[in-house]
Every structure is written in structure tokens, then in C-alpha cells.
């Protein structure tokens, strides 16, 4: 007999409270914050799905590998244990530990990008595309079509255009220093890339001497889709289906704050000892010694611990079959959703569930407001907010005005979830009735961050 209930693989061993608040409450806490969620206090929010980064619950062998991390300045037996267990599914020769993903991104793009360089991706993140940007380079998104279609039920959403970035390769194969990955594709709805894909990728970065770059920031994840989906894939080990990803890769940046299982720390990889050594150079100039990288021994144990945990099978059966339990139930009340629902976070089509929304009136703002307002829930804007500025300071719609709801990684129960599905249909049953935003303050990138909003009159 299979059973259908998903059961959490852990018992709860610590607990912290959640505050209740009233809908008056939630109205005034908005008011303060400009109407952007990332400036609510988090005591005023009841589920916190802003973020799956850096917000997951650690677990006891963690909390107690951290009680070995050895605060030495220079070679620390627990710089020895991270760089072991990342080159255990990472077998990188350099690796350059970091505070997060984005210290990773800057470093590697002071060093290989600048002006007239191109840098494709399937989908850059947003600090990703910030920071090629910052050096004057242009991030170029070449996800298939099927990515741009909410509604597509390909199996690897994620994949890269193969014939775009052959194009792109043939016409301007000297401005382009890297090819990137982003797995799963956190921006293009958290989809996977198939191995074959990432193999086709490999073949073209090749056939044109250019190297292949992993955003690997939900590598596991990535991986459990592979064996659930890719034909021939469904016996192998993840942490073996890791390895054969990291093997068709030139190097990586990563955010541990993702599927390092860690509340803070990312790392930069990769096999190049020329570049290497100028990521090295910068490092020492941001963020620390090569042996600690910005992170306090501590840090570096808990990531080492984490990446043995999230190859766990039994962990990311309940991880992937938890976002896709929340992603079905809207989707069957109705409610347009990412399909099929991926990894991480499930993500509601804004555009579509409020299509009396002009996108530059930001739809996903409005429902992101609206979620909060009503039940307390803090999700994420992923569209022209975040997207829709450019860097000649031009506003357009992004390709999709969607709301992420991100799940923190052995943090919420069933029942939360299931709150979370009530509050999402009560505000979709009034989607008629929300109406959109203006900005009022922004700074010039990343201005979802910071940016202050006011709702238009009715
Ligand atoms: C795909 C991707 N790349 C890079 C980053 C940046 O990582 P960090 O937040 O640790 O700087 C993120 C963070 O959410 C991400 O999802």
C-alpha cells in the first residue's frame, strides 16, 4: 500500500512561536512599509514565504556540527570539512568560499566581465543579472519558449534555447567569457534543466572554446527532478546525478543559503587556476582569507553537514511532493499557478489572476499586498517590479508579473500549508475587486528591495 499523506521526515525538536495579527494591524504595518513586503517587520508576518534563502531550519546534527567550528584565522580543520564536502559532489580543484551567492556572482564578474561582454543564462537571478550589469556587461535570459508559458507542462522548463545560444555563440563568441546555468531556474518559476540539456550546452560551449558556468543554487533539487523525470535516471543515486552535473561544468557560484541547507554562506568553484587566482585576489580584498571567505568556522560546518542532508532521498521526495501538495490545491481551486510546480517555491501568475492589472500597474505587487493583508502571508513579486527597470533607466513589463511563494526549507507543516491554500483562495475570489500600484520612491537596481509604493485610486 502507498500512502498519499506526505509526512514530514523530521520530528520537531525546537520551537519557535508565530505572532497572530489583526487585519487592521497588517493594514497599518503596510502603510509604514511603503506597501513593499521586504520592509514589514518579520515579527508582523505569520508564514514567511518571501524567501526560501537562508530561512530553512537547521538540523540537530548541524546545530551540532557548528559546536566544532574552529575559529582560526588561516587553515581551520573546518575550512578542511566544507571544502571536502563541497568537492565531494563538486570536485572542483579551486573552491572560494563566500558570505552568499552574490558575494560569488561580484567577484567572478569583476574578473571576467566589463563592457561589450555577454553573458548568457538561462534565466539570471536578479543579483546575478545585477551584477553583470554593474561591470558593464549585458545578461542575456535564453530559457526555451515553454519557460515563458506559465501554463507549458514541460517536464524541464528550465532548459536553455539550444539554438539561441548556438546563434549567439556563432555571431559573438569573443564577448561572451561564460555560458551560465541557472538550476533549477529560480527567476523562470524554480524549473529544472535536464541532464541531457545541460550535456547539449556543454557540446556548444565546446565546439566554441567558451566555458560552462552552474548557478547551483538548488542543485538537489535539480537533481531529484532529473531522477523523477529523465528517462534512464529513476535508479541513480542524486548525490551520483550531482556529480554527473558538476562534471560537465567549467565552475559555479553558489548560495549554501539555498540547498547548502545554511542560514548564511555560498561558494565559488571552478577548475580555471588563472582565474582562480584573480577570484582569490578579489576575495582577500571583500571578503576574507581564501581558508574562511566572509564566513565564521561555524558557518563553514553547518554548510559542510548540510550538503550530506540534502542529498537525502527521503528529504527530497518530501521536499519536492510538499511545494507541489501547495502548488495543485491552487491550481485546482482555480488559481493560475507555474506548471508543472517546481522545486522550491510555487508561483502564481499574477498577470493572469488580475489581467484588470496593466503590467506597469504591477499585478504581482497587488496580490503580494493583498495575500499579506489577509492572512498574514509574505510572498515575492517576480516581475516588472523586480525586472521591468533597465539599466538605461527605461521601465517595461517583465515576461511574466508573477507572486513566489517560497518555502523554507523542514520549516512549515502540512497545516500551514494548508492555511496558506485558504488564504490564497479567499484572495483570488476577490481578485475583481484588488486594484494596482504606483512607485513613489525607488532607488536605481534592485529596486524591489527598497522602493516605496502607494495603491492607485479606484
Ligand atoms: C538562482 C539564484 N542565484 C543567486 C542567488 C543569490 O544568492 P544570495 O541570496 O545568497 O546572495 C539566488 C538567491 O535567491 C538565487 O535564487
Not at 29 to 44: M, T
Not at 306 to 325: F, K, N
Request: charged share 25%; net charge negative.
Amino acid at each position: 500500500m502507498t500512502y498519499q499523506t506526505i509526512i514530514e521526515p523530521f520530528r520537531i525538536h525546537s520551537v519557535e512561536p508565530m505572532r497572530m495579527t489583526t487585519p487592521s494591524e497588517r493594514r497599518s504595518a503596510l502603510e509604514v512599509a511603503g506597501y513593499n513586503l521586504f520592509a514589514l517587520r518579520a515579527e508582523d508576518v505569520l508564514i514567511d514565504l518571501l524567501t526560501d534563502s537562508g530561512t530553512g531550519a537547521m538540523s540537530r546534527d548541524q546545530w551540532a556540527a557548528i559546536q566544532h567550528g574552529d575559529e582560526s584565522y588561516a587553515g581551520s580543520p573546518s575550512w578542511f570539512r566544507f571544502l571536502a564536502s563541497v568537492q565531494e559532489l563538486f570536485p572542483f580543484p579551486h573552491v572560494i568560499p563566500t558570505h552568499q551567492g552574490r558575494a560569488a556572482e561580484k567577484i567572478l564578474f569583476n574578473v571576467i566581465g566589463g563592457p561589450g561582454k555577454v553573458i548568457p543564462n538561462n534565466t539570471h537571478f536578479d543579483t546575478t543579472r545585477a551584477n553583470v550589469e554593474a561591470t558593464g556587461a549585458e545578461a542575456l535570459d535564453l530559457v526555451i519558449a515553454e519557460g515563458h508559458d506559465p501554463a507549458a507542462l514541460h517536464p524541464f522548463k528550465g532548459n536553455m534555447d539550444l539554438d539561441r545560444l548556438g546563434d549567439l555563440l556563432a555571431r559573438r563568441r569573443d564577448d561572451i567569457p561564460v555560458v551560465f546555468v541557472t538550476i533549477t531556474n529560480n527567476s523562470g518559476g524554480g524549473q529544472p534543466v535536464s541532464l541531457a540539456n545541460l550535456r547539449s550546452v556543454r557540446a556548444l560551449c565546446d565546439q566554441y572554446g567558451v566555458p560552462l558556468f552552474l548557478d547551483a543554487c538548488r542543485f538537489a533539487e535539480n537533481a531529484w527532478f532529473i531522477r523523477e523525470r529523465e528517462e534512464g535516471q529513476g535508479e541513480r543515486d542524486v548525490a551520483d546525478i550531482v556529480r554527473e552535473i558538476a562534471s560537465l561544468a567549467d565552475g559555479m557560484t553558489m548560495s549554501a543559503k539555498k540547498d547548502g541547507m545554511a542560514n548564511i554562506g555560498g561558494w565559488l568553484a571552478m577548475s580555471d587556476p588563472d582565474w582562480a587566482q584573480r577570484c582569490r585576489e578579489v576575495l582577500i580584498l571583500t571578503e576574507g582569507f581564501p581558508t574562511y571567505g566572509g564566513l565564521a568556522g561555524r558557518d563553514l560546518e553547518a554548510i559542510a553537514q548540510g550538503l550530506h542532508e540534502v542529498v537525502d532521498h527521503d528529504y527530497l521526495r518530501y521536499r519536492i511532493q510538499s511545494t507541489a501538495y501547495l502548488g495543485e490545491a491552487l491550481h485546482e481551486s482555480g488559481i493560475p499557478v507555474v506548471r508543472p510546480i517546481g522545486g522550491h517555491a510555487v508561483y502564481i501568475d499574477a498577470r493572469a489572476l488580475l489581467s484588470h492589472i496593466e503590467p506597469l500597474e504591477y499585478p504581482g505587487q497587488a496580490l503580494a499586498i493583498a495575500l499579506y493583508e489577509a492572512g498574514g502571508i509574505r510572498s515575492c513579486e517576480i516581475g516588472t517590479v523586480m525586472f521591468g527597470l533597465h539599466p538605461d533607466g527605461t521601465e517595461v513589463a517583465a515576461a511574466l508579473d508573477l507572486v513566489r511563494l517560497a518555502i523554507p526549507r523542514r520549516t512549515y507543516t502540512q497545516s500551514h500549508i494548508d492555511f496558506v491554500i485558504e488564504v490564497c483562495r479567499d484572495v483570488a475570489s476577490r481578485a475583481k475587486d484588488l486594484r494596482g500600484y504606483r512607485i513613489v520612491e525607488s532607488p536605481k537596481a534592485l529596486r524591489h528591495f527598497t522602493a516605496r509604493f502607494a495603491p492607485l485610486a479606484t
